[in-house]
């Protein structure tokens, strides 16, 4: 009954939010702002800092797409969503797209109608438990409480995991990354699961991290990445070229302090098709030719924004693992720009 009233109202959301796919590219220009839906706030990906200015690895996706085309990576309007309300938020038009560690999935992209652009960020679904529950695996957690998001693929993936290897749990329901911590460190909970990155990202906040761990397992495969509403191609280009171009500019050697001078002309052509300096990318996005150059220098290329947010000299310290270069063994690359 749930999920047949989830999919109706996303559907009577998609009605009134149809007139306007084709539009989306226009409305954000004529409005001079973009409304980017991200989390309620996970140190890393989407939080806001001691001064209010959201951060992190998903906002600065956010930010490259409004720099490219507005020429400003400052006017986002960041709209906290929860695993429950990203959907309709994005299917009703309230936001123009979402950058919020959500799954690419069959029934994502076909069902509910979105439309994802690319893969930011390769994940996989973990365990993590205090140190003193005495517990090494995930295969010795029958019997145990999980807290768990609703509306995400974590919650189908736990129930495989434990039906699979003929264990029980008891779930505790939670809306957000914020009341997860709140009842795992009240022991409402003896295990939390979502995302690894998520995990990594909500024990680096704890006073004392070392505390608590994430098991061995990996029970899942999570690609993470921007979507926005079916029905406007041209909008999904935008952001899709977008997040490739920052991809790209990394294998290129492109970063946030040399785009302007390499944007001057160089010797290899696909740097200056993707900076602008020959052929018409940008034209045929209806951006002008320095679309990629401003995205870019918004918050830097794949690699800084990764190494700046949640890399190894962060507090969450991630490993670039298969999210580095297919150059160096991971599993990321772009498409030509040509």
């Not at 298969?322 to 991971?330: F, I, K, P, R, V």
Request: proline fraction near 4%; glycine fraction near 10%.
């Amino acid at each position: 009954m749930k999920k047949s009233v989830f999919f109706g109202a996303l559907a009577a959301a998609g009605l009134v939010a149809g007139a306007g796919y084709a539009q989306t590219l226009q409305e954000v220009q004529d409005r001079g702002s973009l409304r980017c839906g991200v989390t309620t706030g996970l140190v890393g990906f989407a939080a806001p800092d001691e001064n209010g200015e959201w951060e992190g690895f998903d906002v600065a996706v956010c930010r490259a797409v409004a720099a490219a085309v507005l020429g400003d990576a400052t006017a986002v309007e960041f709209i906290p969503t929860t695993g429950s309300t990203r959907f309709t938020a994005l299917a009703s038009g309230e936001i123009d797209m979402l950058a919020r560690n959500t799954t690419w999935t069959f029934s994502r992209d076909v069902d509910l109608e979105f439309e994802f652009t690319g893969i930011n960020y390769y994940d996989g679904q973990g365990f993590m438990v205090r140190e003193d529950l005495g517990v090494t695996s995930a295969l010795e957690l029958d019997g145990a409480t999980v807290c768990i998001q609703t509306g995400t693929t974590t919650e189908l993936n736990l129930a495989d995991f434990f039906r699979a290897n003929d264990m029980s749990y008891e779930p505790v329901p939670i809306e957000t990354n914020a009341e997860a911590q709140q009842q795992y460190l009240a022991n409402a909970c003896d295990v939390y699961t979502t995302d690894a990155s998520g995990l990594a990202a909500t024990r680096a906040a704890f006073e004392d991290p070392s505390a608590h761990m994430l098991l061995p397992e990996i029970i899942s495969k999570e690609p993470l990445g921007p979507l926005v509403r079916h029905g406007d191609n041209a909008w999904g280009d935008i952001t899709r070229w977008t997040l490739n171009a920052l991809i790209a500019a990394e294998e290129l050697g492109i970063t946030s302090e040399n785009v302007e001078e390499l944007a001057a002309g160089t010797e290899n052509p696909e740097i200056n098709r993707l900076l602008g300096t020959e052929g018409s990318l940008g034209e045929m996005l209806g951006l002008d030719a320095d679309w990629a150059q401003r995205a870019i220098a918004a918050s830097g290329n794949y690699g800084e924004i990764f190494n700046a947010n949640i890399g190894p000299d962060t507090a969450i310290g991630l490993a670039r693992g298969l999210n580095a270069q297919w150059t160096d063994g991971g599993l990321l690359y772009s498409p030509p720009f040509r």
